[in-house]
């Protein structure tokens, strides 16, 4: 066994014990300690931080992402950025249920930590109305202030929303990244943002939910 794989499995390792000793379930300004798989997915996570970006597949493919709280979000929720990805709109700017899905995950976060800022990525737009502005929309609709939001509304790839949204990272001092969008979506897209911030800071994922 190589080095790569040799640390690969010690962080897999690490990640399996916090599985094991994790009971709690974590909301904003509680006491509860993350649960088991958020300790496992936080473990990963740093793990998956600083490695060599050619390995960064195969480090992701030991994570479980769901629909838990990330560990990084209860422990830090204050430089800690929710990400929403955005889904193609309808042609009159309206937003689609796989969108909206992603949106009550999101806003769910935002409730549960109100510390924690928020970026709405995605351009493509319909009827005048990027994804972002849609998203953003929405959001403030829902009740979260709109200094807690940012409208990243240039991106037409998941790639490109990790590049452009981490310039916002850099801006304003962001120390870590949750990204949400859909099951099938999130394992490529957390994969798309760590390459974007080169490992400077961790990110993990939500799976969105209805």
Do not use: K
Request: glycine fraction near 14%; proline fraction near 5%.
């Amino acid at each position: 066994m190589g080095r790569t794989q040799i640390r690969l499995a010690a962080v897999a390792a690490t990640a399996a014990f916090a599985l094991g000793v994790g009971t709690g379930t974590a909301s904003a300004g509680s006491a509860e300690i993350p649960s088991g798989v958020a300790l496992y997915d936080g473990a990963m996570m740093l793990g998956c931080q600083n490695i060599d970006p050619s390995l960064l597949p195969l480090c992701g493919g030991f994570e479980v992402l769901t629909t838990d709280d990330p560990a990084i979000l209860t422990l830090n929720p204050f430089t800690t950025d929710i990400v929403i990805l955005g889904a193609g709109l309808f042609p009159d700017g309206g937003i689609r249920p796989v969108l909206e899905e992603r949106l009550r995950t999101g806003l769910r976060l935002a409730r549960e930590y109100p510390t924690a800022r928020v970026v709405v990525s995605g351009g493509l737009p319909q009827n005048g109305r990027t994804e972002a502005r849609a998203m953003g929309d929405w959001l403030r609709g829902a009740g979260i202030a709109p200094w807690r939001i940012v409208e990243e509304g240039y991106s037409a790839s998941t790639v490109q929303n990790a590049q452009n949204t981490d310039r916002i990272f850099r801006d304003r001092g962001t120390t870590g990244a949750v990204v949400v969008t859909s099951d099938s979506h999130l394992a490529r897209a957390v994969l798309n943002f760590r390459q974007a911030v080169g490992g400077r800071i961790p990110v993990t994922g939500v799976v969105a939910r209805g």
